[in-house]
């Protein structure tokens, strides 16, 4: 019986406060200085001459606190009249920052920050502001960083914000380390990822700071390379860091690679109003990516095949979902699914976000433009497409409804990121020295111009360019890259002359058909040369100032699987350079094709033919000293670089034709417990011959060959390669050379 009586009692209650209402026939605020009564009249929505319930108060109550205008607000109803009282808020005048140098980093705090000048502040805004700000200076590597405030009141209601700032010294990354079920050796790992290790001479890198965000972006590196070598079911987990010292961290990535799968069944439905041998080429995919290794790419080619066959059969409403199923513990059955999704058409694109990258450039990567149909793949190939510009840390979209039925808005926001860098290296092995140094900038004026510009030194060659590449030329879809170079060569020790060489080149890549590119160059080049008092009579004739015009064009197909350490796939490139004018007319021809092939587990075997020829197309005229061929050091290991094939008196003078053959096989299974260490074995055979100006010069055509064992070794001071070879067939006057190493590093 008591238990009822609550319950109804409690129903009472609720039903009394539900009903209660009361109407005022004026109102009377008070407390407001800025803001004037009817603005706090419209934020209550509270009406004369209307039945006001307990509930309408509450919400209104709520409402006006919501302006952010109010410390503190009452309402009541008494006598017919409506009471206001409230408390304003003081107003922001100004927001400082002391402790930060930067200009830079102020604003990027500015931005981010909730509290602005000339709005009111908030005391829970501002520990909002305090925890972002920490954040921000941990996320840019100053993890041992400060960060208090301190208000300053003003007479007239106004408020100073003062953020102080201790920004400490910034994290560095004393060592990286791979633990667990890594599968590969950390010294590839270490290659794959952007974090480096801090050394003395790394003055120029913002990779050895620990930075939230990148780590971020080496989970997301490594997980693709793990996934794209089979590793459907791989995880990356959580990076975390071990601190040392006052300053120096141990950043540490836990992997578990799990089993190696294969592609298994491919299976693709679709609308029954759809034709399905629009879809044939599809199962020509299906069937050569059957028991091969799963490849996240390969799943991405299946989705753009997918979108050239929604563009072409004009599928304007196409969408496409993959579902996957593991069968026999280590392959994956495939089906995708073709669906008409909603049907509506793009009324406008919101582009916000960009501060410094023109909306122009932006909205041209955009497939799925303003009044069009909307299709989910191709805008995902829109977004695809910005993210691989590497302009943006971020692209977001948000699809909004339109003004009317069947139309949508769409919010695209990006967050742009730092595009320009300073880079250095320097190297020292056995054919001498170098240093390079260049600056760069993806982003030029805004419109995602590339600006490039190297200068690179060695023991022989001095060489500076300038490249300037339009992703996007006159809107053709095709890049348009121009470029200056001086390079200065001397020779005069070990080949008797010397030449200097200016030439400006325009040109452009592009793929033509699927896995087919083609890169045509013209360039215009004036060449000086020298020989010395000791040069053959035939090298002497040559001196003197060279004009050319001369294209060039490169055919290349590519089936790798990666253009980074590809285990799968040929790349087949035909090369020709043909004078235009000139005063030489040499013609180059070249072929080259490389072919890799996974034989066992991340055991990868390259086979590759390398072929290039010089010839005049005027007669009597000779290929010019300086461009006559020289076999590529990588090409024949196991000889001095430069010291084979034909020879003048004592000068080797390089040849007319070379051709090599190439087989390399890596070895993870040999020393794995050497982490830092790869190793791997070749089998090189090369030719050089054919002295075009001379028939009593050797003409050095004998068939060289060489074995051996080549080592890749992450040392502190840098990655340090080093072959030892053994030739097995030489001519006479070769100069061999069994232990070659090189030792480079970047600042």
Known sequence: MFKYLLKFTVLQLFFLTAVFAEVFLDHQVTG?????????????????????????????????????????????????????????????????????????????????????????????????????????LRQSGYYFSKVDVDQKINSNNTINIIFNVEMGEKALIHEIKFIGDKKFKSSKLQSIIQSEENKIWKFLSKNKYLNKERTELDKRLLKNFYLNKGYYNVNVENVYTQLLNEQDF????????????????????????????????????????????????????????????????????????????????????????????????????????NSITNEAFIREQIIVDEGDPFNKLLHNSSINR??????????????????????????????????????????????????SIGIRENNFNGNGIKVDLDLSINTETIKGRFDYTNPNFAYSGRALMTSLQSTSTDKEKDYGFKSSLNKFSIGSSFEQFDNLYFSPTISIGNEKLTTTANASANYKKQEGSYFDVLFNYALSYDTRNSGYRPSSGYISTVIQEIPVVSNGYNVINGYQITSYKEYLENSVLTIGLYTRAINSIRSNTDARVSKRLYLPQSKLRGFKAGKVGPKDGNDFVGGNYMASFNAASTLPFVLPSFDKVDFSVFFDVANLWHVDYSKVADQGNTVRSTTGVAADVLTPMGPLSFSLSKPITKADGDLTEGFRFNLGTTF
Not at 269 to 289: G, H, R
Not at 400 to 425: C, R
């Open 32 to 136: 407001n200085i800025r803001v004037s009564t009817q603005t706090i009249l419209n934020f209550s929505n509270l009406k004369k001459n209307v039945d006001v319930t307990n509930n309408e108060i509450n919400k209104a109550l709520k409402d006006i606190y919501e302006s952010n205008f109010f410390e503190d607000v009452t309402i009541k109803i008494e006598n017919k009249i409506l009471y206001i009282d409230v408390k304003e808020l003081p107003i922001i005048q100004d927001i400082e920052f002391n402790g930060i140098k930067a200009k830079k980093f102020i604003t990027l705090l500015e931005e981010q920050i909730l509290l602005k000048p000339k709005s009111s502040f908030n005391k829970f805004k501002l520990q909002n502001d305090l925890d972002k700000i920490s954040n921000i």
């Open 386 to 435: 910005l993210k691989s510009t590497n302009i943006f840390k971020s692209v977001k979209s948000k699809i909004n409804e339109g003004s009317s039925v069947g139309l949508k808005v769409i919010d695209l926001t990006v967050e742009e990121k730092p595009t320009g860098e300073i880079t250095a290296g320097a190297g020292y092995g056995s054919s001498g020295s170098s240093f």
């Open 250 to 353: 141990s950043l540490v990535f836990k992997i578990d690679a799990g089993k190696k799968f294969l592609f298994n069944e491919f299976a693709i439905t679709i609308p029954d109003d759809y034709e399905s041998i629009k879809f044939a080429e599809l199962k020509k995919v299906f069937n050569d990516l059957k028991n091969s290794a799963y490849s996240n790419n390969k799943i991405e080619l299946i989705l753009d095949e997918i979108d050239k066959i929604a563009t072409s059969e004009n599928y304007e409403f196409i969408d496409a979902t993959v579902s996957e199923t593991i069968v026999d513990d280590n392959k994956i059955n495939f089906t995708f699914n073709i669906t008409e999704g909603e049907k509506f058409y793009v009324e406008r694109i919101n582009v916000v976000g």
